[in-house]
């Protein structure tokens, strides 16, 4: 595997070269014409990671959407350090999206609703803690009821995985810590489709080359020394002992 690819500078150049032939457009924009790239994030490990990638964005001068989960167990957007980071992500100007996990709801030892009630659900609460507009949602983990979708808006929100996306866009992804379909350069380079629908997870894209198992860990590392050092810090501000 090229674990090179998944490096800070590579994704700058990879910006750099999308730049050359497509524009960038938000979401609400998916049936724009012309040859146009929708970039979205689907934020799985990392918050810090995807404030990163969406300065390298910002700097140069491209937007994307941030898909977020509510039930993640890499990040909570109850805690203010978290919620910090989300605003300064739209603050730089890009979108936020919903990504909804269908299993959390199915893994519940209790009476489930429907799809769309779930789904209102969460976008409701995103929406109000985050006092923005949704306007789209991705499938964490989608299954083939989602992936042969036949709608394109769902709740009021766009579909990423929805029939317009799969039939007008070529589709890229680095699921997993790895190109699974196409590689993203190749599809860059040699992609004849009008429109590309590129998604990526911050997670993986790293200061410097590691293996898919090694980013993961960096991520958790990372979380727990936050977790920790937020602890620390609880103690000194009521002046309270650190045994052991």
Request: positive net charge; hydrophobic residues 35%; contains cysteine.
């Amino acid at each position: 595997m090229r674990f090179n690819d998944f490096t800070e500078k590579n994704y700058r150049r990879l910006i750099r070269l999308a730049k050359t032939k497509w524009q960038f457009i938000d979401i609400t924009r998916y049936k724009q014409d012309g040859t146009v790239c929708f970039w979205r994030h689907d934020v799985d490990l990392s918050l810090k990671r995807a404030y990163r990638i969406s300065s390298i964005e910002a700097q140069e001068n491209v937007f994307s959407t941030y898909f977020l989960n509510l039930h993640s167990r890499f990040y909570n957007l109850l805690e203010s350090d978290s919620l910090k980071l989300v605003f300064k992500i739209i603050d730089l100007g890009h979108q936020i999206g919903l990504h909804f996990d269908m299993n959390y709801f199915t893994h519940l030892n209790r009476k489930n609703g429907s799809l769309d009630s779930n789904i209102k659900k969460e976008k409701k609460f995103l929406k109000n803690i985050l006092d923005i507009k949704l306007n789209g949602v991705s499938f964490h983990n989608p299954d083939d009821s989602i992936l042969t979708s036949k709608a394109d808006v769902v709740c009021g929100m766009v579909n990423t995985y929805g029939p317009y996306f799969r039939k007008h866009y070529a589709y890229c992804s680095d699921s997993n810590g790895y190109w699974r379909h196409r590689h993203l350069e190749d599809v860059l380079l040699n992609n004849k489709s009008k429109n590309i629908h590129i998604l990526t997870h911050p997670g993986w894209w790293m200061p410097t080359a590691r293996s898919p198992k090694k980013r993961v860990k960096r991520c958790i590392n990372g979380r727990a020394k936050d977790v920790y050092q937020q602890y620390l810090k609880n103690l000194r501000l009521s002046k309270r002992k650190n045994i052991g």
